[in-house]
């Protein structure tokens, strides 16, 4: 492994993706990406008792999926990484515990699933591990409830605000595979001084640009070396802010960049106004639909950078504003 | 970098700690090992507005002390890897956000400690990064308002209920220092059914159990080839558990074994019930008066195992067991 810069570094010999899935709710089913999800559920409760087991079902759910394609059974995986949004972490613990595999937990917030993807990598590529996992979830529910009002409260939501997206995305990581890990970028906590908690896109835009402008200098790269840069769900008004940001810093994104939060729902159909988030937008958007298009060649060289606010409903109570993090990771066609 | 077994490995050039600091609280200072912290708190509120504030400070000001002691500016520090107890980790944003530096989140409840020590170890062998910081607090104030009543009730405590430490530990990690991380066991999530969120030293037993007799196995070696086995928060109820499960294997830690819950308060004087528990007591402990005799070549080869219990409040209110993880490194003088 090279060393670059501070938080940048390239794989000698890049891991790869052995197995992916990308399971998704109802909602996320019927916007324009349903046909790229493992499975989609009708079902919001998964049929558990509450909306935290639904989500912990996800991950056991996807990453069972995951290693299906992959060819391997759980007890090949040597380290599983894995996070969500919930309150320590719940949906990883208890929908992973049944699985007997060493399990490092994470929190980044939505951007959790390249965090794990990373961290996925370096043990592999460092020889610690032969095949590990990353995995993530969100359920809307299970995060309105905690993060915001109770559902049957009916709170009108805001022009800015983002629908958590129902999902989970899970990747095998090994040697072998046709979609390998070139390298990655650790994001630096990023904060702007947004308060809003109905305007994540802005919270984490800065972080985002950011990671993005290290990535590329520290690479010497552009984007149009890249087929997409696809953020994680900053969505409509973050991915504006995003290439505001970008364009001070004379980056041009252009035609390459998309965003998770921006593809996974139809923006005028579904009524969900600043586009998708959660850790889940990301992992499964990424670990169906863009895998899908690495692994067959449609997609050649791209980055994707998975963007996190990192507050709690106690620090937006007690008057403070909202750091964002954005992790990147530069995933190739092999 | 040499994988074992699943999820246990050895570092070829293991990486070393630069420098290391260890905060408390006022109780904390007044117990056996006030005299080894590099700080004590008389006031809980740190002088801040809240205690989720105080415990934001405690980070920065225990990864600033360390960055002092390895003469590094923060600037040096390639990737941090931090966590704590609070909702969303947001005792680690807000302490850290100011330092500008690329942070990793962790969650393992209160194994995270020897969690980030792992990945900081993991990326500076690699190659990944030169220096890297592992850092995680917890304050008792804080968590008894998150996770159980407000402290003005003056709810009872139970016999087995641990005593959340007010503390702080960071190292930082590279190479050329006095103190090498030689192995590490990424622990399994284990869950026998316990649901007495008051007995978290029960909870957490087995994982620790499973997690050492792992690695005694992996590596071919016994509990005499240690000095030191020391399990971060089982308190005196789980680790008499532990030694029972143990026992069962055949494995016999006898006097090697000492545990950071049981040795930071006393346990008549203090009325802390079961011990000390929290990511600052491992931290804490660990990052000041164990470290320094692994300095000074008082402990030669050491076992770290951090135990954490990965449940919410919401995971206990909807009935469910809290599974336990138990990480562990092996720490020596060199």
Redesign the interface.
């Known amino acids: 492994?090279?060393?670059i810069q501070?938080?940048t570094?390239q794989f000698d010999t890049p891991p790869t993706v052995l197995g992916f899935a990308g399971v998704a709710g109802k909602k996320e089913g019927e916007g324009p990406l349903g046909g790229s999800f493992d499975k989609i559920h009708e079902d919001a409760m998964l049929e558990q008792?509450?909306w935290?087991?639904a989500e912990s079902t996800l991950q056991q759910e996807v990453v069972t999926m995951a290693l299906d394609k992959a060819k391997l059974p759980a007890?090949d995986?040597?380290?599983m990484f894995s996070?969500d949004?919930?309150?320590?972490?719940?949906a990883s613990?208890?929908g992973?515990?049944s699985l007997?595999?060493?399990?490092?937990?994470?929190?980044?917030?939505c951007s959790t699933m390249i965090?794990a993807l990373?961290?996925a990598s370096?043990?592999v590529?460092?020889?610690?591990?032969?095949t590990c996992a990353a995995v993530t979830s969100s359920h809307f529910c299970a995060s309105e409830r905690?993060f915001r009002t109770p559902l049957g409260y009916g709170g009108q939501r805001t022009p800015s605000a983002q629908w958590t997206v129902t999902g989970a995305g899970a990747a095998i990581v090994g040697h072998g595979g046709c979609i390998s890990v070139n390298a990655?970028?650790?994001?630096?906590?990023?904060?702007l001084g947004i308060k809003d908690p109905t305007n994540m896109g802005a919270a984490m835009a800065p972080a985002a640009a950011d990671t993005i402008k290290r990535f590329l200098t520290d690479t010497a790269t552009a984007p149009t070396d890249y087929d997409l840069i696809l953020t994680g769900d900053l969505g409509f008004i973050g991915s504006d802010l995003l290439r505001q940001l970008l364009e001070r810093e004379n980056i041009d994104l252009a035609d390459r960049h998309n965003d998770c939060g921006m593809m996974i729902f139809d923006r005028e159909a579904q009524d969900v106004h600043a586009g998708g988030s959660g850790c889940g937008c990301v992992g499964s958007v990424l670990c169906s639909h863009i895998m899908k298009q690495l692994e067959q060649g449609t997609l050649g060289r791209i980055l994707v950078i998975a963007t996190g606010a990192?507050?709690?409903?106690?620090?937006s109570w007690?008057g403070?504003s909202i750091?964002g993090?954005a992790?990147l990771a530069e995933l190739r066609h092999c």
């Open positions: 492994m090279q060393r501070r938080g570094f008792a509450s935290e087991k007890s995986v040597d380290v996070g949004l919930l309150n320590q972490c719940i613990t208890f992973l515990r007997g595999v060493p399990h490092m937990g994470m929190y980044g917030a965090e990373i961290n370096v043990f590529e460092s020889g610690a591990a032969t905690q990655a970028c650790v994001g630096i906590i990023d904060d990192l507050m709690s409903t106690t620090s007690q403070e750091p993090v992790h």
